[in-house]
């Protein structure tokens, strides 16, 4: 599959614990994106990625959140102390860097907060 | 601010029938708008793409105009089937490149 992927898929977690998600994208993409979907709405961006350096972190992010792409491959995005209201999906879409703009999604991880 | 309106939010046709969603963005500097088509419970897929430089462009059944000057673009689908049903974002990319997206659009195609 040579497609955005992200794991896991589903992912239920009590309020006060920490997640971490991960998107592999297309593997000549230099461009990762995490966007932010709650039910009923467009995708709200997060940050962004060019190779390892996360070039925007979008207000919507707080401290709790935190992101990473060490290699400039895969990221993660992890979340401490979740609360209910970060119950959302969580995409993760990728670019080129000669198209930025023309981004391309994962499946998401569906995230919920009990 | 950037922004990016869309209507309307849910639109009812008959199969066969056309459907047109619509779209103003704020950014004057923006220059390339995409369309996504979104199933319940999938990924957003892009589905067609317009650059600042052609006013329209079109593939099969679906087409996108844009009006630079009155900064709206606009998505057209012909002879509408079922499995045109879905949710529906057109989206603007910021000067960083992140993209912003509109409310979505709910297209229900009735057999």
């Known amino acids: 599959d040579t497609g955005v992927s992200q794991n896991p898929r589903h992912k239920i977690t009590k309020r006060g614990q920490n997640v971490t998600f991960r998107c592999d994208p297309i593997s000549e993409h230099n461009r990762l994106y995490w966007y932010r979907q709650t039910l009923g709405q467009g995708p709200e961006f997060l940050t962004y990625f060019q190779n390892e350096a996360q070039l925007e972190k979008s207000r919507l992010l707080s401290d709790r959140f935190s992101a990473e792409r060490p290699k400039g491959s895969f990221s993660t995005l992890e979340i401490q102390r979740t609360e209910q209201g970060d119950s959302a999906m969580y995409l993760c879409?990728?670019?080129?860097?000669?198209?930025?703009?023309?981004?391309?999604f994962g499946p998401g991880t569906r995230l919920t907060v009990t | 601010g950037e922004n990016v309106e869309q209507h309307p939010s849910t639109l009812s046709v008959q199969e066969g029938d056309s459907a047109v969603i619509k779209c103003t963005y704020s950014?004057?500097?923006?220059?390339?708008f995409p369309w996504y088509k979104q199933e319940l419970g999938k990924r957003p897929q892009l589905i067609i793409d317009?650059?600042?430089?052609?006013g329209e462009k079109k593939d099969q059944r679906i087409a996108v105009t844009l009006n630079k000057t009155a900064k709206h673009f606009s998505l057209h689908i012909t002879e509408t089937q079922p499995e045109d049903s879905a949710v529906y974002f057109c989206?603007?990319?910021?000067?960083?490149?992140?993209?912003?997206f509109g409310q979505g659009t709910t297209l229900q195609v009735k057999p």
């Open positions: 317009i650059r600042s430089n052609v």
């Open positions: 950014d004057s500097a923006s220059n390339y």
């Open positions: 989206a603007a990319p910021s000067v960083t490149g992140k993209l912003i």
């Open positions: 879409a990728s670019s080129p860097d000669a198209l930025p703009y023309e981004q391309y």
